[in-house]
């Protein structure tokens, strides 16, 4: 079968948005072909908010998920192969899914870790401030 990982990060990611929240993605930024801005990345991961409003022409594909944002500013054409997100999950309440069961997929972050900032907006100059309420992920069985 084909891997589950693009259809569920699709449809997660319309959930969250239908639902007025906000996607982010867990990436893995050391898996091969992942373009994404290095001054955002802390231990090998970058949160990223992909939500209609911080991103332009959003595609979530079989292979991988591409937009357009701004960081910092300076204009970006984001790639990355769907084998490394992480997770997607909503900014509000932390309800999403973490992956890692897939064959080649990465490892999920551990529970006890608290997740990175996050970029509120891709037109923002710095990532949100560590004082906001962060939301956190669980494995649900």
């Known amino acids: 079968m084909t891997p589950s990982r693009p259809y ?10 239908d ?3 906000t996607p ?12 994404v801005p290095d001054d955002y990345v802390t231990n090998g991961q970058i949160i ?16 991988a998920v591409e937009f357009k944002a701004r960081f910092g500013g300076v204009p970006m054409e984001v790639y990355i192969p769907v084998v490394a997100i992480m997770a997607i999950y909503a900014k509000e ?3 999403g899914m973490v992956f890692g069961a897939e064959p080649g997929a990465p ?9 990175r900032p996050a970029l509120t907006t891709a037109s923002d100059t710095t990532p949100a401030s560590s004082s ?5 992920l669980k494995i649900v069985k």
């Open 8 to 17: 569920l990060v699709r449809a997660l990611n319309e959930w969250i948005v």
């Open 24 to 35: 982010y993605l867990v990436v893995d930024a050391g898996i091969q072909g992942v373009s």
């Open 19 to 21: 639902n007025d929240m």
């Open 107 to 115: 490892e999920p972050p551990p529970l006890d870790e608290k997740p």
């Open 48 to 63: 990223l908010n992909v939500s209609p409003g911080a991103v332009n022409d959003l595609l979530i594909e079989d292979e």
């Open 93 to 95: 309440n932390g309800q």
């Open 132 to 136: 906001a309420a962060k939301p956190s």
